[in-house]
């Protein structure tokens, strides 16, 4: 499904991928260990796109979907339930292009791909995600920076649940959370497990503890 191919990648000169190849096949489970400052970040932004490569390519089916939880907590002024639908990059992009396209056939466009991805329901969704995970109704109404890194990570994985994704890193991100996040998460996911392969072995290792963050 995940193909690396002849991939390299320098920061200031210095290389931190020389020619590497890899193939991760469908349904395969990877765990990226290493120490600080070899690379494992920049590969999972490589992966993501945030990053490119000097040399090689880096493939995966079109219809994959791809996402990861930030290492960097999110914060600023934005409330938590703004902060979680901002993470629905397309529901973001469509809601603000709504309010300045002028042409009717774009306009259509835009509120039928909007109905499609159940728009009008967004809010209460993000709102029931965030709850699982421990935030309450007056909580998600106050800012980011009010809250501490761990609570901001949560929050970071709600964006994640909220795009409808199973984030990289989970193991890492779920290792700091407490079981009833851990039980709030896995009721997401569930009903993709067909599609993320593995996604409840790795819950159910991090919530037994036996899945340490780096």
């Known amino acids: 499904m995940l193909h690396i191919n002849d991939l390299s990648f320098r920061i200031e000169g210095r290389p931190l991928f ?16 290493g120490r600080n400052g070899t690379g494992k970040t920049t590969l999972l932004r490589l992966i993501a796109g945030e ?3 000097d040399d090689g390519t880096i493939g995966y089916p079109k219809n994959a979907r ?4 930030s290492q960097e907590a999110p914060g600023g002024p934005e409330t938590l339930l703004e902060t979680v639908l901002a993470a629905h990059t397309e529901l973001a992009e469509l809601t603000a292009e709504a309010e300045t396209a002028h042409d009717p056939h774009r306009i259509s466009e835009i ?18 995600i965030l709850s699982g995970l421990g935030f309450d109704e007056e909580a998600q109404a106050r800012p980011c920076a009010e809250f501490s890194g761990g609570w901001r990570m949560r929050v970071a994985l709600a964006g994640a ?15 700091g959370f407490a079981l009833g996040s851990l039980t709030v998460y896995w009721g997401f996911v569930r ?10 072995s790795l819950a159910k290792a991090a919530a037994a503890g036996t899945i340490e963050g780096s």
């Open 111 to 128: 509120h039928t791909r909007l109905g499609d991805i159940d728009a009008h329901s967004a809010p209460a969704r993000a709102a029931r």
């Open 161 to 175: 649940l909220f795009d409808g994704h199973t984030p990289q890193g989970l193991a890492k991100v779920m290792s």
């Open 66 to 69: 791809l996402a990861h939880v």
């Open 51 to 53: 990053l490119h490569a």
């Open 191 to 200: 009903p993709h497990e067909r599609r993320v392969s593995g996604a409840e």
């Open 18 to 33: 020389e020619h590497a190849t890899a193939a991760i096949p469908e349904g395969h489970k990877v765990g990226l260990v």
